[in-house]
């Protein structure tokens, strides 16, 4: 890591508005990944997190007044929408707590089975966590059920936009069966981390609407001022119809 100067004169670092912190600030190029490691100087906040904000904002305007329910949320994102939201929840998975109750101050969820009535939220969210389930046509139904007629899940995930979607890792007879080289990704709540079940493909907004009915939007915002730029910053919204 060089400093700042030696950064700045790499072009690693070039100024700007963070829509997490709210303030003119520089964004600094910590690695070779925008997506993740452009971070904003004063908050800390990357990329895919002012990304999924800038669309927000752009598309449902009226937010702040929501019933939202984020799963597993991390970082300053997650705490923007905490503050300002004010039907903002949000809960974690533990595979051995019951669902719908309290662990270490967290609410526990399981996507593939919600707690929540049909049709109570406006709003859900999930950060990078689809890549990481088991049965996501499960959780994507489960979404589609919590959500009100005309709600939103708004989502990223890595996604392979030329390739049809793979899994890294099969079921068979109750086994986990690692068919592609195993993956991990950071879990804030979790220091083994999380495995990558599936790699997502062209087929995603197939597979939402098979299981789920619902219609998939792709956003791409590049936005240099914003410091939202680089390769993958997808944000990905599902509507249930209304
Ligand atoms: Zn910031």
């Not at 709210?22 to 490691?37: K, M, V």
């Not at 689809?130 to 708004?154: D, Q």
């Not at 915002?221 to 249930?240: D, H, T």
């Amino acid at each position: 890591m060089g400093s700042m100067l030696t950064d700045a004169i790499k072009g690693n670092i070039s100024p700007g508005y963070c829509n997490i912190c709210q303030q003119a600030t520089l964004f600094r190029l910590h690695g070779d990944w925008h997506r993740e490691q452009l971070r904003c100087v004063r908050c800390g906040s990357i990329a895919r997190w002012r990304s999924l904000l800038y669309v927000l904002n752009q598309q449902i305007p009226q937010w702040q007044n929501m019933a939202i329910h984020e799963s597993s949320p991390g970082g300053a994102v997650s705490g923007y929408l905490a503050i300002h939201a004010n039907g903002y929840s949000s809960s974690h998975y533990f595979s051995d707590v019951k669902p719908g109750t309290m662990h270490n101050g967290h609410q526990c969820e399981n996507l593939e089975a919600l707690s929540f009535a049909d049709e109570s939220l406006d709003l859900f969210i999930t950060q990078d966590v689809f890549e990481h389930l088991l049965h996501p046509e499960r959780a994507f139904a489960e979404i589609a059920r919590v959500l009100k007629s005309g709600g939103c899940h708004l989502f990223t995930i890595p996604w392979f936009g030329f390739e049809r979607s793979r899994k890294r890792v099969e079921i068979h007879d109750g086994e986990l069966v690692h068919v592609h080289p195993t993956e991990y990704h950071g879990n804030p709540v979790d220091p083994n981390g999380s495995l990558v079940i599936t790699d997502w493909g062209q087929d995603l907004a197939s597979e939402i609407h098979k299981h789920a009915g619902m219609s998939l939007q792709i956003i791409t915002v590049k936005n240099r001022i914003r410091g939202i730029y680089g390769e993958g910053l997808n944000v990905f919204m599902s509507f249930k119809p209304n």
